[in-house]
């Protein structure tokens, strides 16, 4: 992995969107505290015929999907063999991290009884016909890829870095609580001399565990679909299928690649850098294939199904389902036509666009699947509650705001070429 | 929210298992299903509404199943036990299901379905279903209350205890640690003094519900509930009304967990298919960094990340 083609975010890490990102993230924690002191009944308004509600819907099924930036760029970069992406890869496996790190956060948050959770380790409790079982360890199997992943970023800097906030640290503490300044100092070159020794033994090796990083996905993103095949009497036919796994998965991948775009576009308009113009757009031409695939099987399937009729029966179902296919096909719809990557089609607002539309529309689907088509029977109904949402809320921010500082301390980002977008203020 | 009821319609009418379900006992009976198993068999024309067997389902469980009583609104005094619903606090209840014209007690209560959803669902083996009874157990030292039983059960009946922090599912586990380990019999069914409660092995229940039926046609609707539905249960039904008109749901004769592992089977028998993908995938991106020129250089001179922070200095 070529280290140069990444740099650092210039800026102070304490910003004015570090203490409102702080804010968001304490008022989620202290409703979690509440959750574990009286039960989940206090913060949140699932029930038994509503037994998930939107930290599964949200932060588990669609925030993984968000997280698959660094899984589909990975296949685009590595088995398709486009190696000018390359400069994408790492901004998406933090982000992925941070995504994946947010799910199972929730998981902990959602569990009833997570101090069984052990239990995942031990072969007598493996249950291999649970869809469950397969994505819980899939997930935390891929949680430590994208670690490790990301583990040369982090030596680099450990190596390469000259300290500078630890000395100031060190300076600002007061002598007495500095225990020996030499010694310290004598650990920190241990320190990068173990870093420099261990990272390129661990990148000759890399690409094996790149390559588990596409196969876990894979899996996992499927099975996220499958999980609700046990419940065809709860699910409503539109979105019960046996393709279910088939269609989570390709939703997954045009979610990870439009995520790329959505992110990049935001993160050159928030720290004042130039847009990654061509790499972006060159991502935006992947989409289509994705999507439409994704609508034919949709449709196919509903036809074999004879399920066509309610698609279109205009009841609030038909509504969302037909949500979820009017924002990916509009999404996708903007993209085609455009053919060279100055084509004012692939400007980059006009890729937001596209982006944030098949963004919004995947999730559709995905909440479809979890929740709205999802109808235990009469008498049971579930709107989340205000505590819920702030904790789902409290979760993202800690995932921003760890991305906020990451981005400051690590060299992530692409490196920057050309004139950035907007003299805006610093993030 | 809108009722499933026409689309479990449409499943009950594709279910072919109901043909023939009245004409004799041993033949009608789906071919996996185990008989042998311990099963209980509610007779809602027999049921008089007295809720015995909830005081008694409370009354043994309290402790081992952590029940509670639950005290209704008008009570002040606290003086019943009130469940509207099966919660985290009651594992049983009976119902009164009325229109203008008919009414019927119904209980409601874990099936012990044959193949069990839950079963299939749940990731880590809390919820277990014992080869021999058929029982369907739940254990508390396992279970990460992840709900997905929940999400599973076509009956709703596993519940969880939203109110307390360190919550359980509750269900029926037919007394398996109380009533059925002491007498042999469950709370309920013991306490029944109307014969309305049965306990007994699936096939001696099944005769017994068929028997009940063919003496007194005009008194019961021809059909055994659990015979079929779902693969089976080891709780079955009989009533004087249609089953959909006592809250009990119309499914087709296939056990849903069949159907998922199957798809999940497919995928991944023998772990063949992932470790598969994992080693084309690695021929693929190896033979990518080849053409590749063997990887990327090794980063030389200045570095782009200490650069920047000596230049901020
Ligand atoms: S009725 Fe529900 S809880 Fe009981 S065994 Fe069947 S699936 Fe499990
Ligand atoms: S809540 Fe408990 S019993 Fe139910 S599926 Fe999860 S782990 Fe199993």
Not at chain 1, 282 to 309: C, E, H, K, N
Request: with cysteine; aromatic share 10%; proline share 6%.
């Amino acid at each position: 992995m070529s280290h140069h083609e990444y740099q650092k975010v210039e800026g102070r890490i304490f910003s004015r969107s570090f203490f409102i990102l702080l804010t968001f993230v304490l008022i989620g924690m202290s409703l979690i505290v509440v959750r574990f002191v009286k039960g989940i009944g206090a913060v949140s308004n699932m029930n038994d015929g509503y037994p998930w509600g939107i930290w599964i819907a949200y932060d588990v099924a669609t925030g993984t999907a968000i997280a698959c930036g660094g899984y589909a760029v990975a296949i685009l970069v590595y088995i398709r063999n486009h190696m000018r992406y390359h400069p994408l890869m790492r901004s998406c496996i933090l982000t992925s991290l941070f995504g994946y790190g947010l799910a199972g956060f929730s998981v902990m948050v959602d569990l009833g009884r997570p101090w069984n959770a052990y239990n995942f380790f031990l072969p007598s409790k493996w249950q291999f016909n649970s869809v469950m079982f397969e994505v819980a360890l899939c997930v935390m199997a891929y949680s430590m890829v994208l670690l490790i992943e990301f583990l040369p970023a982090i030596l680099y800097s450990l190596e390469k870095s000259k300290w500078v906030r630890f000395r100031r640290f060190m300076d600002w503490l007061h002598p007495r609580l500095v225990p020996d300044k030499k010694a310290v100092l004598d650990k920190i070159e241990r320190v990068q001399a173990g870093a420099g020794w261990l990272r390129p033994r661990l990148e000759k090796i890399l690409i094996f565990i790149i390559v588990l990083g596409i196969t876990l996905p894979t899996m996992h993103q499927s099975s996220l679909g499958s999980m609700l095949l046990i419940a065809p009497t709860k699910l409503h036919p539109l979105w019960h299928t046996p393709m279910l796994p088939l269609l989570f998965l390709i939703n997954a991948i045009f979610m990870g690649y439009s995520i790329v775009i959505f992110e990049s576009i935001i993160s050159s308009y928030s720290f004042n850098r130039p847009y990654e113009s061509r790499e972006i757009a060159g991502v935006s031409r992947v989409i289509p294939g994705f999507t439409v695939v994704w609508m034919l099987v949709v449709f196919g399937d509903l036809a074999y199904r004879g399920q066509l009729g309610a698609a279109f029966s205009m009841d609030h179902l038909s509504l969302w389902f037909l949500a979820q296919m009017v924002l990916v096909g509009t999404g996708s719809f903007l993209l085609l036509g455009a053919r060279g990557p100055s084509s004012p089609r692939r400007s980059p607002r006009r890729l937001f666009i596209s982006a944030a539309l098949i963004l919004v529309g995947g999730a559709v689907y995905r909440f479809n699947v979890y929740l709205i088509g999802f109808d235990p029977g009469q008498g049971w109904s579930y709107f989340p509650s205000l505590a819920e949402i702030m904790i789902t809320v409290g979760i993202v921010s800690l995932e921003l705001l760890g991305y906020l500082v990451l981005v400051k301390m690590v060299p992530v980002l692409p490196k920057a070429h050309g004139a950035p977008p907007l003299q805006t203020q610093n993030a | 929210m809108q009722t499933r009821r026409s689309f479990f319609k449409t499943l009950g009418a594709t279910g072919t298992g109901f043909v023939g379900a009245t004409t004799s006992a041993s033949a009608s009976s789906t071919p996996e299903a185990d008989n042998s198993q311990l099963a209980m068999l509610y007779d809602a024309t027999r049921c008089i509404g007295c809720k015995a067997c909830m005081a008694a389902c409370k009354r043994v469980n309290t402790r081992a199943g952590a029940l509670e009583v639950e005290q209704a609104a008008f009570d002040e005094d606290a003086l019943w036990d009130a469940p509207a619903e099966l919660s985290g606090k009651s594992r049983t209840i009976i119902k009164l299901h009325r229109d203008e014209e008919e009414w019927s007690f119904v209980k409601q209560s874990c099936m012990h379905c044959q193949k069990p959803s839950c079963v299939s669902a749940c990731p880590v083996k809390a919820m277990h279903k014992d080869p021999v009874t058929g029982i369907v157990q739940y254990s508390r030292d396992t279970c990460i209350g992840c709900r997905y039983c929940q999400i599973a059960c076509p009956f709703n009946i596993p519940k969880f205890q939203w109110d307390k922090n360190n919550p359980q599912i509750v269900k029926c586990d037919m007394c398996i640690s109380t009533n059925l380990r002491d007498k042999g019999t469950t709370a309920c069914a013991e306490a029944c003094s109307a014969g309305a409660i049965l306990f007994g092995r699936r096939g001696d229940l099944l005769k017994e519900a068929h028997r009940r039926i063919e003496r007194k046609p005009s008194r019961y609707y021809p059909k055994v509930y659990g015979e079929h539905e779902i693969g089976g249960t080891n709780h079955l039904y009989i009533a004087g009304l249609p089953f959909e008109k006592i809250g009990l749901p119309t499914l087709g004769t296939e056990a849903p967990a069949t159907a998922s592992e199957e798809i999940q089977h497919t995928i991944y028998k023998g772990f063949f298919a992932p470790v598969a993908l994992y080693a084309g995938l690695c021929a693929v991106a190896v033979r990518n960094m080849r053409r590749n020129g063997n990887g990327d250089p090794e980063p030389s001179g200045e570095d782009p990340g200490a650069a920047d922070e000596s230049a901020k200095r």
